[in-house]
């Protein structure tokens, strides 16, 4: 079992920065790909950015490309993901997952998002225009 915490989400204006942190609890995180995934109400939950377990390998949205950037600390056991740039379509509440049984590639698409098995409570950004 992983639990997983997101912290870090806020209000923002347009064209700011946040960073997101997922800590990880329970067994060796270092051994998991970990994701970003954000959802709106009303909508379905979306694929934000994934990395590898090694940290060599990093997919992304391409609405979120060249703004935001995942990084993991096995050190630490969490992962970030870096917002810069932030528009006010960025709002969302954001979900960090992990998964041992999977690749960062797999995981950013819809068949591995279907079998994710962790995932936090998610974090909450806002971004006014």
């Known amino acids: 079992q992983v639990q997983l915490v997101e912290s870090g989400g806020g209000l923002v204006q347009a064209g700011g920065s946040l960073r997101l942190s997922c800590a990880a609890s329970?067994?060796?995180?270092?051994?998991?790909?970990a994701g970003w995934f954000r959802q709106t109400a009303g909508k379905e939950r979306e694929f934000v950015a994934t990395i590898s377990a090694t940290g060599g390998s990093t997919y992304y949205a391409d609405s979120v490309k060249g703004r935001f950037t995942i990084s993991r600390d096995d050190a630490k056991d969490t992962v970030y993901l870096q917002m810069n740039g932030l528009k006010p379509e960025d709002t969302a509440g954001y979900f960090c997952?992990?998964?041992?049984?999977?690749?960062?590639?797999?995981?950013?698409?819809?068949?591995?998002?279907?079998?994710?098995?962790?995932w936090g409570q998610g974090t909450q950004v806002t971004v006014s225009s």
């Open positions: 329970g067994r060796s995180f270092s051994n998991y790909v």
């Open positions: 997952a992990a998964d041992a049984k999977m690749t960062a590639g797999l995981m950013s698409t819809k068949l591995g998002f279907l079998h994710i098995n962790y």
